[in-house]
């Protein structure tokens, strides 16, 4: 039973995380700081959108049981991406601030999805 809450909690916060960065990588105009985190991280121009596409959908497959576990491997890739270009720019503290990040996927994939028998 506290194993399915937390699965759940972890689900709610995951799904929540992918619908708002998804969005506010298709509005990184209108936010100063993500238009210099992007740069940093060596994330230019087309691309962008791409990125926040992918992490909307990521957020809709964390919600099917079926691709709930691509989503999670999907999850953690784009986390293992995120750190790596941090790394390549030089940036650890943003790299040590996404590893709870990575171990949210990762837990979710151990505990299953919430509501399966």
Avoid: C
Avoid at 66 to 71: D, I, M, P, R, V
């Amino acid at each position: 039973m506290a194993k399915s809450i937390i699965s759940l909690l972890l689900l709610i916060v995951s799904v929540s995380l992918s619908f708002k960065h998804g969005w506010d990588t298709f509005n990184y105009k209108n936010n100063p700081g993500s238009v210099k985190m992007m740069s940093e991280l060596g994330i230019m121009g087309p691309v962008i959108p791409l990125f926040g596409f992918l992490t909307i959908v990521i957020g809709v497959l964390l919600l099917i049981p079926k691709t709930f576990f691509l989503g999670n491997v999907l999850n953690a890739m784009s986390v293992i991406l995120i750190m790596a270009l941090a790394l390549r720019a030089g940036n650890l503290k943003m790299t040590l601030i996404e590893i709870p990040f990575l171990a949210m996927p990762v837990i979710m994939i151990w505990l299953k999805y919430p509501f399966k028998n």
